[in-house]
């Protein structure tokens, strides 16, 4: 199984960016797809998560700190997890990752989900 982030970069505050992970070597409709993020010197947090779905998925659910910002989808014929990013600020300035949950609930918890992909760095300049 492999995850594939990619998108990350640096981008000004109040700018967007749109991250995306592409996974392989599963079946990716079944999986539950999140979004960690970890800054320098600070503990791994949740971003977002989405369940999983027919052809978009389901249910999302956002950590209260990018609710109203960020957006997670899903393309499961395109097997690729997104995150769209907008109105970035400093605050956001982190390696994100994405991981896959074989189950049908979105978790919050990083060791809940069993494949991780490398991060993506992103940047935002005050």
């Known amino acids: 199984v492999q995850l594939q982030a990619s998108g990350g970069g640096l981008v000004e505050a109040g700018g967007s960016l749109r991250l995306s992970c592409v996974a392989s070597?599963?079946?990716?409709?079944?999986?539950?797809m999140g979004w960690f993020r970890q800054a320098p010197g600070k503990e791994r947090e949740f971003v977002a998560g989405?369940?999983?779905?027919?052809?978009?998925?389901?249910?999302?659910y956002y950590a209260d700190s990018v609710k109203g910002r960020f957006t997670i989808s899903r393309d499961n014929r395109l097997n690729t997890a997104n995150l769209q990013m907008n109105s970035l600020t400093p605050e956001d300035t982190a390696a994100y990752y994405c991981?896959?949950?074989?189950?049908?609930?979105?978790?919050?918890?990083?060791?809940?989900?069993?494949?991780w992909g490398q991060g993506t760095q992103v940047t935002v300049s005050s």
């Open positions: 991981a896959a949950k074989a189950s049908t609930r979105i978790a919050t918890i990083w060791d809940d989900y069993h494949y």
């Open positions: 070597g599963l079946t990716f409709s079944t999986y539950v």
């Open positions: 989405t369940s999983r779905g027919v052809w978009s998925g389901g249910t999302t």
